[in-house]
Nanobody, 125 residues
Framework: VQLQASGGGLVQTGGSLRLSCVAS????????VGWFRQATGKEREGLAY????????YYAESAKGRFTVFRDNAKNTAYLQMNSLKPEDTAVYYC???????????????????WGKGTLVTVSS
């Protein structure tokens, strides 16, 4: 089983990026997906969660109104659309998949079944 996060890069303040989380060896539709980030010297932060449908999406305050999480089960992929990026969004971003029942708080505190390698997002001022 492998989750691969991609789509990070260098962007200016106010810019946008779309991160992808592609799963192999597992049907992502059977799992909740969470997006997390970890900045240098800081703890891992849970950002967004999506359950069985996009309508189940939940966001941390830092992501609310700027980030959108959604999934494409046909492509076995989940996404994090990030708009209005700020320098404080600079971090390594990770995706994770977890069995139900779960939620973003649980995944942040206790981990998840599968984690992808991170992708670096750098927002310049």
């Amino acid at each position: 089983v492998q989750l691969q996060a991609s789509g990070g890069g260098l962007v200016q303040t106010g810019g946008s990026l779309r991160l992808s989380c592609v799963a192999s060896g597992v049907a992502l539709e059977d799992y909740a997906v969470g997006w997390f980030r970890q900045a240098t010297g800081k703890e891992r932060e849970g950002l967004a969660y999506v359950g069985e449908s996009d309508e189940s999406a939940y966001y941390a305050e830092s992501a609310k109104g700027r980030f959108t999480v959604f999934r494409d089960n046909a492509k076995n992929t989940a996404y994090l659309q990030m708009n209005s990026l700020k320098p404080e969004d600079t971090a390594v971003y990770y995706c994770a998949a977890d069995s139900y029942p779960t939620n973003l708080v649980s995944m942040t505190r206790f981990g998840a079944d599968y984690w992808g390698k991170g992708t670096l997002v750098t927002v310049s001022s």
